[in-house]
């Protein structure tokens, strides 16, 4: 239900700009969030924004590198990703679920066992 494109290989300190569409519902409903795995390890949420107020949540390791922006018009999520390291290689995935699971000072949170539509993701990789 949920597609995602934009991954590829690109060096270190390279940029990538991932998209998420959704075919079947309307993401102004949903809280969108991104997440990524990298082999060998379990999956994690970095990034989410919520519906309402486009407030925008990041864990620290992509703070002040990503940005998480909605196209309301497209109804479309981005994943603007900046200084990309090696440590960001992984299948990247959007995920959405229903905005009442989380309280409005908190806005979102990306938290994998929460999100219950995924798409099938996109692989990223960094490397000189």
């Known amino acids: 239900q949920l597609t995602e494109s934009g991954g590829g290989s690109v060096q270190p300190g390279g940029s990538l700009r991932l998209t998420c569409a959704a075919y079947?519902?309307?993401?102004?409903?949903?809280?969108i969030g991104w997440f990524r795995q990298a082999p060998g390890k379990e999956r994690e949420g970095i990034s989410c924004?919520?519906?309402?107020?486009?407030?925008?949540h990041y864990v620290d390791s992509v703070k002040g590198r990503f940005t998480i922006s909605k196209d309301h018009i497209q109804k479309m999520v981005h994943l603007q990703m900046n200084s990309l390291t090696p440590e960001d290689t992984a299948v990247y995935y959007c995920?959405?679920?229903?905005?009442?699971?989380?309280?409005?000072?908190?806005?979102?949170?990306?938290?994998?066992?929460?999100?219950?539509?995924w798409g099938q993701g996109t692989k990223v990789t960094v490397s000189p």
């Open positions: 079947t519902f309307d993401m102004d409903y949903f809280v």
């Open positions: 995920g959405a679920t229903v905005p009442s699971l989380f309280s409005s000072d908190v806005g979102c949170v990306p938290n994998a066992t929460i999100y219950g539509y």
């Open positions: 924004i919520t519906n309402s107020d486009e407030r925008a």
